[in-house]
């Protein structure tokens, strides 16, 4: 399939998924996952009519980015940020999705604000739904603590939650997983003052729909949009 036809089956599946829970499509962004692809496949894919992108390496990224030297295009940051990196992300992304510590939170703080730079960094606080060991994230139960820390620091503009759940090979028993981070974000605004949590990252290749009738607000499509990835 070309790109282009595989871009319009899944903007066809997403208006679907959409009609099935009464959404406003406006409220659902493609994040295209480029992650290991080419600039050359970006640019096909901003011939295409795509302007966000996200990636998990911030090298990776960084190199991209100058390639394709385009400001109408938005650059997300989806993988695990190792401090060390986090001038480099706040400098390079228009929103962080894996702000998995407050240590990594308040790096980010201070590279915003000795950069200069004119607005907060978004970002989104990862949560780690399955409690899974090797995942990244905070566990259910940190997530408030995180939502405080966070939204006293100037140089973050927290806009919500993202989570990677666990790999299911059906697709309708992540549901659980999708449900609790937005029941997590609509219990934590209530808990919480003047908080909004509007944006929710979930749902990647195989299980966006069922995000998307979750609440995402944000999905994440790598292979269902250019094919499997190869690792070199
Ligand atoms: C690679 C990646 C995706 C996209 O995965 P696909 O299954 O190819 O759609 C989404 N989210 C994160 C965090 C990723 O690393």
């Not at 959409?18 to 962004?29: A, E, L, Y």
Request: aromatic share 4%; net charge neutral; glycine share 6%.
């Amino acid at each position: 399939m070309s790109l282009t036809a595989s871009i319009r089956a899944i903007h066809n599946r997403m208006i679907a998924a959409c009609q099935r829970c009464q959404r406003d499509p406006d409220n659902v962004r493609l994040v295209a996952v480029t992650k290991t692809l080419p600039a050359s496949v970006v640019a096909e894919a901003v011939a295409c009519g795509l302007r966000l992108f996200g990636e998990n390496r911030v090298q990776e990224a960084r190199d991209k980015i100058a390639e394709l030297a385009n400001p109408a295009l938005e650059w997300h940051l989806i993988g695990t940020l190792q401090r060390n990196k986090a001038r480099e992300a706040a400098a390079l992304f228009n929103m962080v999705h894996s702000v998995d510590s407050i240590p990594l939170a308040q790096e980010l703080h201070r590279c915003v604000v000795a950069s200069g730079r004119a607005t907060p960094l978004p970002i989104l606080l990862q949560v780690n739904v399955g409690g899974e060991s090797q995942k990244h994230g905070f566990a259910t139960m940190e997530v408030a603590a995180a939502v405080t820390a966070v939204r006293a620091l100037s140089g973050l503009d927290l806009r919500g939650l993202m989570t990677v759940p666990p790999y299911l090979e059906e697709s309708e028993a992540v549901r659980p997983h999708f449900r609790e981070l937005a029941r997590l974000a609509r219990r934590l605004e209530q808990e919480t003052p003047g908080l909004r949590l509007a944006e929710l990252s979930m749902g990647m290749s195989h299980d966006f729909e069922v995000a998307i009738e979750e609440g995402a607000t944000l999905i994440r499509v790598g292979s269902a949009l250019f094919g499997a990835r190869h690792y070199p």
